[in-house]
């Protein structure tokens, strides 16, 4: 329970100095980087909270607040740095995705959505953060640009569900399925892998 | 029951292949087509669920998202022979938000919604979904272009909550607004009819 | 209670002037101003009241949407007015955050968030309607640009829960922390006040 809590609050930090950071290069100011942190960190989680019609962590917790915060901080100190560090935080973010899809997935089959729903719930803790960021800035949504990143989320949280309905034990569940996340995510981005575009998928000619 | 429940599923998935095609018109990945395809066909319905502190009916029923599958598959397939079908498209889309506004009327007054927040859940049951489809693929909103759509939504929204406090029959009621909304919006279409534009509307020269 | 109740309607009927004014510069027609108008009004509260997973005011009260539409109408009627008007509507918008922040933060407080979500929700209520607002407008959302405006409404948050916490009563509670948000958001405007840009903040040199 305590290395969870510490992971979550972990992968938080991660998402808000990866929102931080995607300000700061749209030369927004210092409240709009703790905004943009704060909204990408809690977009996906809060989405799938209220669509579970439960309350966000962060409004009952206000740890998550505080390593936000810390956070954005860091990335106001230490941007530049961050920035010749961007291989690591793919690395990094690769992580932290697998672990809130599956976070997503749990939270949401324990809140008995049915299993699709729970699939794309735990997809969109991941990912959704990631999409409103996009849309404040004004920049095309990554999760609709030819990289494999939500796609990496649903197949791990595929994989949860089927072996939690197989009653295999949810440590090593979670673990399997953030390392399916983490890895299809990672060799997509080494051999930059892309889907095909929906238009063409399906005819033989462009 | 069960051809209001068969039709709901019907007109999700309608909703489900236009937020497809529009992803399509702009080259997205396939995931990215099936993203659009079911954040279209969800989003009315889920901030109209949202409102009314209920959860969205895709949460509870896997079945919305087995349509909408099936919805985007049909998109990523058919895409050709789909846009050649644009006007026959135009005609199902217009029975589809005339339901729709219908359903989320109605839903909004079962539970205890004022009734004037319940015409305006019943139009955003039908259109919000295109709004968030818009703002996604950052092309201005439909319902701040000058087609008549909302507001087709909004007067048979009217008429039902009208007819329904005059006690008449649900299934009667039912009919004829979601009619209304088909009928102003296809004349609408037809011959090209558009409100005035809002700072015109009030002054006598432009 | 009588005040208080009047003076929150007076607040979303400012605020739905300020989104149907933005969507009359657009060149939106009639639907469109009415839909922006709303959208702003109720756009920061609703968050805030789905974050604390109760019912938006509005779908429990007709009388928040009867004022709405009387704001729209005048935006309508009294457009080229309300423009040259521009510099009064900045104080009467001044007056509209600071009290919409300190309804928000104590709602918040009320329904047990902690009290860092507080200062959080209280200026997401005066400032996520206009987020809102811009996005759909497809124009950068003022809360990035370079003005301090939610930055005004943190501080009073901020006081709010202070004073709070001290026990000071209520009313004097208010009145201090909106006149803190007011005052803020004032002087930055009329000294043309800004916060430095977040890549800048931390570095000794551009």
Do not use: H
């Amino acid at each position: 329970m305590n290395i969870l809590y510490g992971l979550d609050l972990l992968g938080t930090m991660m998402f808000a100095i990866s929102g931080a950071m995607a300000a700061n290069r749209n030369n927004v100011d210092v409240f709009g980087v703790g905004f943009m942190g704060f909204v990408t960190a809690i977009g996906g989680g809060s989405l799938r909270d209220i669509f579970l019609n439960i309350r966000p962590v962060w409004v009952e917790d206000g740890n998550y607040i505080i390593v936000i915060s810390i956070g954005v901080l860091i990335s106001l100190t230490f941007n530049k740095q961050l920035y010749a560090l961007a291989r690591t935080l793919t690395l990094f973010d690769a992580i932290g995705i697998g672990f809130f899809t599956v976070v997503g997935v749990e939270k949401s089959l324990n809140y008995e959505s049915n299993a699709f729903a729970a699939v794309l719930l735990g997809m969109f803790s991941a990912s959704m953060g990631g999409v409103i960021r996009d849309v404040l800035l004004q920049i095309p949504p990554l999760i609709l640009r030819r990289e494999i990143y939500a796609t990496a989320c649903i197949a791990g949280a595929t994989l949860f569900v089927i072996l939690d309905n197989m009653a295999v034990d949810p440590a090593i569940n979670a673990f399997a399925s953030a390392s399916l996340v983490f890895t299809i995510r990672i060799i997509s981005v080494r051999y930059n892998w892309s889907l095909p575009i929906g238009q063409k998928a399906f005819s033989s000619k462009s």
